[in-house]
Each structure stands twice: as structure tokens, then as C-alpha cells.
């Protein structure tokens, strides 16, 4: 069986049976390496959970990215000492949303003064950061996720992020989803040959596999070429039931021939075409590349894991709403059901220290 080193996924709700079923699953199917991302405007306590999997779990090589809290009871803490607390405490890397429907009830692009700190500190520690960038271009079509124009546009997006980039050109960056590029070729490859220290990651958009088709030798080439840059990536996560099979449509788009095959998941069966990259560009990208992007291995400062439970606890006790509600409920963000399995998780935490 392969090696895979699995480079996105993520812990909702962060109750520890859930996780370890999601982790079993891709672990069946070769998984030995895993960045576990932390959506903490989805929930208060990711952080904590993703570094108490690395902490405990010994069968999987588990590396904790924390989140930008940008909506919770957090969100005033300046960015730049959200990183260096959380890295202080043992995240492995960042990772931050930037999809339109949260970019919309940000106040300030990342590309603004608000953020130019948290980037430095970021570029200076040589931290690894994944950031989701927009989505694919067909969800601004009228009538789709954002066709009523009170989102930002795909454009905006990426002009912000490259902003960021032309700043900060030593930060150390990885665009999950193909950064939505799977049409647009020629834009991927000026993104590479411009930004040397960008990689994409292979999650999986139900777009994005159909895309590669469309013009499969230019992206074999283009996977060939850049292959120290590609990671792969699943989303898999605890509220899915097909991790296993997101796993393996990742792997056998990279191995497989120019024959159609076919692989179901998401309810649907993927009929598509390999790649068939040659043997070391495959292994570069299932397992070798993770390793690259992330850097040395952090140990997590457990006294300070403790007592940042026991802070978060007593927060969330006296007050257990987080300060933006309509956003929070349009977005299905943080609030008290999810407040809730983070004080179960706090709870559990402290009991068996």
C-alpha cells in the first residue's frame, strides 16, 4: 500500500470518538502523516483538539495548524500574537479562511495594516500557512452560492492575496483546492513561476478533477514540472462518512493511466482520467512533499496546553455565545451547541490530566 501524507484535514466539533473514526479511515488506506487544520471560527476549542490528537495519538504521524479566530470571543487578540501563542503552544503551522463568505463579514482584507504583522511574524518564523482563496468561478453565476453580488468578487481575492504575497514574497505558502485554478493553466504556472515559495494542495472540488481532463497533457506536464510543489489533500473530516474514498480518488488521479476509471465518493462516482505522473513525482506529492512544507516536527508545551483549557472553560461558563450571532448562525459558526461540545471536550481534558 502507498504511503500517503495527507496535507488538509479537519476535527469538527472536536469530539474525540469522531475524530478517531475519521482518522481509522484514512488510516486504512495508507495515510501515515496528517496536517489537522483548525477551523476555529467553526469552533473555539480546534486548536486545542487538533494539539491534543498530536499529543496522544501515536499510530499517525499528526501535525496541529492552528486557526484564525475572527468571529469568536478571541477575535480582538491581534493576529500576529494569536500566531505566536499558538506556535508557542506547539502548532506545527496556520491556516486561515478567505472564502468569500467569510470575507464578507471581515471588516479588512489580509491585505490590510491589520494583518501585515501576523504576515511578518509568519515569514520571519518560517511557519507554514495554508490559506483557502476564493472557490470555483461558477459559484458567482446568478442563482449559486454568491449570484446576488453582495460578495466579494474571485478577483478581489486573489488581488488581495497577491498583495500579500508581493509583501511578504519569503512567506512560506500552501493554496488548498488548486487555489481554483484547475481551468486556467496558464495562470497556475505564472502563480508558481512568480511566487517561488507557493504550493497547492489537491483537495478535492467537485469541479476541480472534471477540470484536469479538459487539458490532461498540459497538466501532466505541470504536475511533472512543479512537483516539489504539490501536496495532497483530502478535506477529509469527522462529519464525513467518505474520507477512505476521498483518499483514494486523490491517489489514483495521480497514478493512474489516461484510461477512464472510476471512483465513488461524495455520493457520486468520479468518472475521470489519470494523470499516470512516473513514480517519483507520485511519491513526492503523496508523502515526500508534506514533509518539506512542514519543517521539523513541534513539541506541544503541554503545561500550557493545560492551562489554556482551563482559561477557555471558565470563559465559556460565564459566557457561552460568541460575540458575532448573525453571521455566526448564516454561516453555521460558532454559538452554544458547538460551545457546548467544546466544554465536553475541555472538560474531559482537565479531568484526565
Known sequence: MRKIADSHVHIRFTRD?????????????????VNILSLSYR???????????????KDLDIRAFGGLHINDRYMNVPPEVQVEKLSDLGCDGFKMMYAPALRRFMPEGLDSPKYSKMFSLLEERGIPTTIHVADPEDFWDEGRQYGDK????????YDEIFRVLDAHPRLRVSFPHFFFLSNFPDEAERVMETYPNVRFDLTPGVEMYYNFDKNIDVWHDFFTKYSD???????????????????????????????IFSQHCYG????????????DTVDKICYRNFFDYDGEKKKVDENKFYEYCEIMKKSIEADPTE???IPGEELNLGGKTENSIALEFLDRRLAGR
Open 323 to 325: 460575540p458575532i450571532v
Open 150 to 157: 453582495s460578495f466579494p468578487s474571485k478577483k478581489q481575492l
Open 268 to 279: 457520486k462516482d468520479f468518472i475521470v482520467r489519470g494523470l499516470y505522473l512516473d513514480e
Open 43 to 57: 469552533g473555539v476549542a480546534e486548536d486545542l483538539a487538533a494539539l491534543w490528537q498530536k499529543m496522544t495519538r
Open 229 to 259: 510543489r504539490i501536496l495532497f489533500g483530502t478535506d477529509s473530516n469527522t462529519v464525513k462518512s467518505n474520507n477512505f474514498e476521498l483518499v483514494e480518488l486523490v491517489r489514483r488521479k495521480l497514478c493512474e493511466s489516461r484510461e
Open 17 to 33: 470518538e469522531d475524530i478517531a473514526r475519521m482518522l481509522d479511515d484514512i488510516a486504512s488506506v495508507g495515510v501515515k502523516a
